[in-house]
């Protein structure tokens, strides 16, 4: 099993930025993937960013060039870092990890809310 714990959410003004925490522990031997879905009331929860153990990285077309996913496995922890932050951006940002692909192990969440 792993557990995977989010930090670093809150609320931000329109154009601010905030960086996104993910600790990772447990089996993470086996983790290859990992990455920051969002869901924003109402809505689908997406797939935000991706980060594999190689460093291969994939980005909605939504944040492209605004926010950067990053991995540091000597303190097997995951960031996103997001810029120029829209109204539109407010949401729950999830953090998730996978043997081959994210989506098999969940953080509990954390909430993102940037005011117009």
């Known amino acids: 099993q792993v557990q995977l714990v989010e930090s670093g959410g809150g609320l931000v003004q329109a154009g601010g930025s905030l960086r996104l925490s993910c600790a990772a522990s447990?089996?993470?031997?086996?983790?290859?993937?990992m990455g920051w879905y969002r869901q924003a009331p109402g809505k689908q929860r997406e797939l935000v960013a991706s980060i594999t153990k190689g460093g291969n990285t994939n980005y909605a077309d939504s944040v492209k060039g605004r926010f950067t996913i990053s991995r540091d496995s000597a303190k097997n922890t995951m960031y996103l870092q997001m810029n120029s932050l829209k109204p539109e951006d407010t949401a729950v940002y999830y953090c998730?990890?996978?043997?081959?692909?994210?989506?098999?192990?969940w953080g509990q969440g954390t909430q993102v809310t940037v005011s117009s």
């Open positions: 998730s990890a996978g043997r081959v692909v994210v989506g098999t192990f």
């Open positions: 447990g089996s993470i031997f086996s983790i290859n993937a």
